[in-house]
């Protein structure tokens, strides 16, 4: 699929976080789908000052900041359930959090005006397990919905809880979403949501491929893709993996590897979220499934031929060009700058602003990507297994 295949009309419900500045939650990924052609309704599930992913050790235990900066590795995503006004990368903020509630009576006034004529669903970071049930309420009235007309919608879900080993939202939030999970088409949890959502833990590629294998199966899920997938830290590389079901939920399994940037970035699992939900319902459409549950390709598809793939080809291809370009802006930026001790404070807060992706000055890598990186079958009989249980070429 070329980048130029069309797009159909496509009307997204996004829910997630917003910040007044920088770019993460639905600042990024309302942008990036509205750029790319899709009409969008922001759901905020916060709202901020700045980014969201340092909110919930700051709110939990003011003294933990330091480990809760750590924590923030992590950017959150799509309906706004949260508004703020920076994120908080950026160590203060200020703003507010939708509750369940509110999400619940937002939607049901688009209901009441007839307004929820939507394609697609991409939901991300919710503050608490009852915003996660509302949500998901959403998700099953609107799939309703479409009962009678498959493949009119199409349910994307990052189920947003923590990264690195660590957990930053509330515990109950996990069974929520394990509960949730087979509602959805397509998730895209990293390495370590993935491992909370299987049950599995996952330390080489066999274990990884058995953690997809129990998502397809157990909670019947047609679409996966794992971000963030490494087992080195020193790795030069980092893949995504992602698989979608055959008829008896076996997985079709591929990979694709980009090279590692050594920056840290907030809003890139938005970006990824976003740009998924448009090449695959480009990809989809190409093949001839926009009237097929879940866009499901027949069984004889091979994995890398999957709409999922040649989505996830392009998607890889514009996040690696903005955040190269980002990282360069910002080495730039801060040439020269001296770390003194008594400046940490402004220091830090310049290299974070410093480091906000540069998604507005690229929009042409993001329409028009060059693809370089190609997905990989993968399977356990042709696992390439080596250190850590991965092999990077």
């Known amino acids: 699929m070329s980048s130029d295949s069309p797009l159909p009309e496509t009307k997204v419900l996004a829910i997630a976080s917003h910040v007044v500045y920088g770019y ?10 509205q750029v790319m052609g899709c009409e969008v309704a922001a759901l905020n599930t916060v709202q901020f000052s700045m980014t969201l992913f340092l909110l919930r050790p700051l709110i939990d235990n003011l003294c933990e900041r330091i480990t809760f900066l750590y924590s923030t590795i992590r950017d959150i995503r799509s309906l706004r359930t949260k ?31 007839c307004l929820t004529d939507f394609d697609v669903m991409l939901s991300g970071y919710a503050p608490s ?24 919608f199409f349910w994307v879900l990052d189920p947003v809880m923590g990264d690195d080993g660590q957990i930053y939202v509330n515990k109950d939030v996990i069974p929520m979403y394990k509960n949730l999970i087979r509602d959805a088409d397509l998730i895209i949890p990293n390495l370590f949501e993935a491992e909370l959502l299987s049950d599995t833990k996952i330390t080489s590629i066999s274990s990884l491929l058995a953690a997809i294998a129990t998502l397809h199966q157990v909670h ?10 490494s087992f080195s830290s020193s790795s030069p590389t980092i893949f995504i993996v992602g698989s979608t079901a055959r008829a008896d939920l076996s997985p079709r399994l591929f990979r ?10 907030s809003g890139t699992g938005d970006m990824f979220a976003a740009l998924t939900v ?5 990809a989809a459409t190409a093949s001839g499934l926009e009237k097929t549950r ?48 008594c ?51």
């Open 294 to 341: 879940s866009w499901v390709s027949p069984d004889e598809v091979e994995a890398t031929e999957l709409p999922l793939a040649k989505a996830a080809e392009q998607v890889v291809a514009s996040m690696h060009a903005v955040l190269q370009k980002t990282k360069t802006a910002r080495d730039e930026a801060l040439e020269g700058m001296q770390e003194l001790e």
């Open 24 to 33: 993460v939650g639905n600042t990024m990924a309302a942008f990036v789908m």
């Open 343 to 393: 400046e940490s404070e402004k220091l830090r807060v310049r290299r974070m602003k410093a480091a906000e992706v540069r998604i507005v000055r690229n929009l042409a890598d993001v329409r028009e990507p060059k693809v370089v990186w190609r997905a990989e079958g993968l399977g356990l009989e042709n696992a390439p297994e080596g250190e850590n249980g991965w092999v990077d070429e």
């Open 220 to 229: 019947r899920i047609p679409h996966i893709i794992i971000t963030s997938v």
């Open 256 to 265: 694709i590897g980009v090279p590692n940037i050594d920056c840290f970035f």
């Open 129 to 152: 397990a009852e915003s996660v049930e509302a949500i998901g309420s959403i998700a099953r009235d609107l799939r309703l919905k479409a009962t009678m007309k498959p493949g009119s």
């Open 83 to 113: 508004n703020i006004g920076n994120h908080t990368g950026y160590g203060q903020f200020k703003g507010t959090k939708s509750s369940a509630q509110d999400i619940s009576d937002i939607y049901e006034g688009l209901k009441q005006s």
């Open 278 to 282: 448009v090449r695959l319902r480009q």
